[in-house]
Nanobody
Framework: VQLQASGGGPVQAGGSQRLSCAAS????????QGWFRQAPGKEREFVAT?????????AYADSVKGRFTISRDNAKNTVYLQMNGLKPEDTAVHYC???????????????????WGQGTLVTVSS
């Protein structure tokens, strides 16, 4: 299983970016996915998650609620993170993660994810 994250880069405060995470070797429709991030000198933190049990249910960290949207295209086996209203404190390496097939609920707990992408850096300047 491989997860390939893309879409990061520099952006000004107030701007928008969309991160993508494409999977190979795993059907996204059968697993929950999440986005996490790690800022310099800080621990990794939860950003957003989406699962398929009971419909495409999503959840967000309070710090991004109302600004970020997680979504999934099962046909493309890709999960997205649309980030609007970016702030300098959103600067971090963003990682996508996926649970093993059959574990369809999303989760803010990084320990339940078996697969991780390589990370993509988002840099927000003021």
């Amino acid at each position: 299983v491989q997860l390939q994250a893309s879409g990061g880069g520099p952006v000004q405060a107030g701007g928008s970016q969309r991160l993508s995470c494409a999977a190979s070797g795993l059907r996204f429709s059968m697993s929950g996915q999440g986005w996490f991030r790690q800022a310099p000198g800080k621990e990794r933190e939860f950003v957003a998650t989406i699962g398929w049990i009971g419909g495409a249910r999503s959840a967000y960290a309070d710090s991004v609620k109302g600004r970020f949207t997680i979504s999934r295209d099962n046909a493309k086996n890709t999960v997205y993170l649309q980030m609007n209203g970016l702030k300098p404190e959103d600067t971090a390496v963003h990682y996508c993660a996926a649970r093993p097939a059959g574990y369809g609920s999303g989760s803010p707990n990084a320990n339940v994810y078996g697969y991780w992408g390589q990370g993509t850096l988002v840099t927000v300047s003021s």
